[in-house]
């Protein structure tokens, strides 16, 4: 164990400072791009990825298993399951459904579900732990003759309750 600021280290490395901030530096350029992982007496835990602003593109990455899972760019672009996003949360998935799901654990509990699937649909849901209600909508439709279309689907079934076409008949 190493410890720097402290004679009794409870880790392999321990850092006890009042500004405990570890820099990594890369010393091969003339700018010396470097990145800190700080903690400050509030108990905050700051990464910063080039703290100069040296870089061209810096981004952040989060690696599971050797693959890149997640990316934050220098723009402020969140990707999951993308290394470069073209918005604030851009979430993809190679196969199969990809699906966002917003929650609520309070007393009315409500659940929301964005879902790209592999039809030409994107189907939202909503689900209600408070009376156990699904409400479904979807745009686009399973059936492949029906793609211009806006349906409401009602149930845990999913029965189709409304439908406007795309010469706007419900």
């Known amino acids: 164990k190493v410890g ?13 400072n009042s500004d405990a901030t570890i820099r990594l ?16 007496n509030n108990g905050d835990f700051i ?3 080039d703290k100069r602003s040296a870089g061209t593109t810096p981004y952040m990455t989060f690696t599971v298993q050797n693959s890149e899972k997640m990316r934050l760019t220098s723009a402020g672009n969140f990707g999951i399951g993308n290394s470069v996003p073209v918005g604030r949360l851009h ?10 799901h917003i929650e609520s654990t309070g007393i009315s509990a409500q659940r929301i579900k964005f ?4 039809s030409t649909s994107l189907r939202f849901q909503q689900l209600s732990a408070y009376n156990g209600a699904t409400l479904n909508w979807r745009v686009g439709s399973a059936d492949t003759d029906q793609v211009d279309t806006f349906a409401i689907h009602v149930g845990t079934a999913a029965t189709e309750k409304v439908r406007v076409n795309n010469t706007n008949l419900v």
């Open 4 to 16: 720097i600021g402290t004679a009794a280290p409870s880790h392999a490395l321990h850092i006890k």
């Open 25 to 40: 530096e890369d010393s091969d350029g003339e700018w010396r791009i470097y990145s800190e992982v700080t903690s400050t």
């Open 47 to 49: 990464l910063q990825a």
């Open 91 to 100: 979430v993809k998935k190679a196969s199969a459904d990809c699906e966002v």
């Open 115 to 118: 879902i790209a699937d592999n």
